[in-house]
């Protein structure tokens, strides 16, 4: 199976044509930038190298000089929306193997590819298959152990960066964010790397116990301690002994409720319903909010005492529209899971769903992402997801801001102006307040002209 490093920035085109050429049996590693593509090579050795001719941190033909020089044996393929045949002639020159132009059909990449590649004889074929899909065997594996995503915008790196600083401590963690933005694969994520990783991992949802069970549900209970109670039970902090415990949405639990809970994590020890006997716990805590409970301790709804102890540090759980450039990096992860679990095979998105997607303000987050992913790939008989399977709601909602970012009407320019004079001319804020992707937002400013002070 040849192995093809593919070097591109425009991450949906970069996931589209991966997808592609794994279904036509070539093992594909992608880099986003020169940076990362620099990496692969000294960690992996390709058969094919096809790199786009414009990256973020480097041009593509200096990029293949590198390479050329270093790996003088591998075959590099220049791809570029800018059909300009002095730029192939200079590639070409430069030792390109070939060169093609956006947008380019399939059965052309392949031909190219397979030019380039001068198919290997059937024995050398035979002994890099194995290693190769054992390879991808592994890496599946692993991303069933740990579903975090690493994306690649701003806030995304700023998280991954907080991740790695925290997990090895035994820092008590309080994760911030909205509905559906993956707290608890973060606090998962956060557990796996750190020194209690061979231990358990015990998720709580607080806002399903009913404030009368909770010390029974976190300490455990004897048999016939109360009503119902008819046998011994374990309480949570006794089954995390040892690993980490998630306590999450912690501000629904009542203020009786949060002193017991206060007490057990400064004492370090518990004590089960009904029983005089204390258990020494070694834990760590992991909690997760979607409120901001700085004004529910100012309104006296949560301690400010047991808030302290669990935010020795915080971490901020962005929302997807806060991270545009992941968007199509989840869309993917999500499309490969959904084909695992329907037993599919699509190979991706058409570039109206991505667009359409690009213009969505997510409100559901990684979540509603997931399942619009899933449902979409149920419902898919090509080989890529079309439009006509989003759900009628979505697609309504993209033809309404369809319609709107085609308008020229004053109401909308001073729509924009009052949003961001709201904002304090904070433009992510002023797009939140519009339902707006910031993307979209830049696009109306440059429309109408408006200059920020």
């Known amino acids: 199976m040849p192995k093809i490093l593919l070097i591109e920035d425009d991450i949906a085109f970069c996931k589209l044509l991966e997808k592609f050429l794994i279904k036509k049996a070539f093992d594909v590693t992608i880099a ?7 990496t692969a090579v000294k960690n992996e050795s390709f058969d094919l190298i096809l790199t786009d001719l414009r990256l973020p941190d480097s041009d593509g033909i200096g990029l293949m000089s590198e390479f050329k020089n270093s790996f003088p044996q591998i075959p590099v393929i220049l791809m570029t929306g800018y059909s300009d045949v002095n730029t192939a002639v200079k590639a070409i020159k430069n030792g390109a193997a070939d ?20 198919a290997p004889k059937e024995e050398e074929e ?23 995503v690493r994306g690649i915008s701003a806030a995304s790196k700023k998280l991954w960066d ?11 963690v309080l994760i911030i964010g909205e509905s559906g ?116 301790v100012k309104n006296g709804d949560f301690r400010e005492d047991l808030y302290h102890r669990i935010n020795e540090f915080s971490i901020q759980s962005p929302s997807l529209k806060d991270r545009d450039e992941d968007l199509m990096v989840f869309a993917d992860y999500f499309l490969e899971k959904a084909n695992e679990q329907l037993n599919k095979d699509i190979i991706g998105f058409s570039p109206e769903v991505v667009s359409i997607f690009q213009n969505y303000s997510w409100p559901g987050n990684l979540r509603e992402l997931q399942n619009c992913v899933k449902r979409s790939t149920l419902l898919s ?5 079309e439009s006509d399977v989003l759900p009628a709601e979505f697609f309504q909602i993209h033809k309404q801001s369809e319609n709107t ?37 830049y696009n109306k400013l440059k429309q109408y002209n408006i200059e920020l002070e």
């Not at 004492?267 to 009904?274: A, N």
């Not at 008989?381 to 997801?385: H, M, N």
């Not at 009407?409 to 002023?430: G, Q, R, Y």
């Open 99 to 118: 060169y093609i132009s956006k947008p380019f059909n399939p059965d052309e990449v392949l031909l190219v590819i397979t030019n380039a590649l001068q």
């Open 181 to 296: 933005t993956g707290k608890e694969i973060i606090a998962k994520s956060i557990h796996q790397q750190s020194q209690r990783k061979n231990n358990n991992f015990i998720a709580v949802d607080c806002g399903a116990i009913p404030k009368e069970l909770a010390a029974s549900e976190f300490f455990g209970h004897l048999k016939g301690s109360f009503t119902g109670a008819i046998s011994d039970k374990m309480g949570y902090f006794e089954a995390a002994n040892g690993g980490t415990l998630f306590l999450d949405e912690i501000g629904n639990l009542s203020y009786e409720n949060q002193i017991q809970l206060l007490r057990a994590l400064q004492e370090r020890k518990i004590k089960p319903v009904g029983s005089n006997k204390e258990i020494n716990v070694d834990i760590r805590i992991i909690t997760a909010t979607n409120e901001d409970l700085r004004e529910a």
């Open 162 to 172: 907080h991740i790695q600083l925290v997990s090895p401590t035994d820092m008590s």
């Open 381 to 385: 008989r090509g080989d890529f997801i």
């Open 126 to 148: 035979e002994e890099i298959e194995t290693p190769a899909k054992k390879k991808k065997a592994v890496k599946k594996e692993s991303t069933a152990e740990n579903e975090f």
């Open 405 to 441: 970012s085609f308008s020229l009407s004053d109401n909308e320019k001073e729509a924009i102006i009052h949003a961001l004079s709201k904002a304090h001319n904070n433009k992510s804020e002023a797009a939140k307040l519009l339902k707006i992707t910031r993307k979209t937002l």
């Open 32 to 38: 986003f930038s020169a940076a990362e593509a620099r």
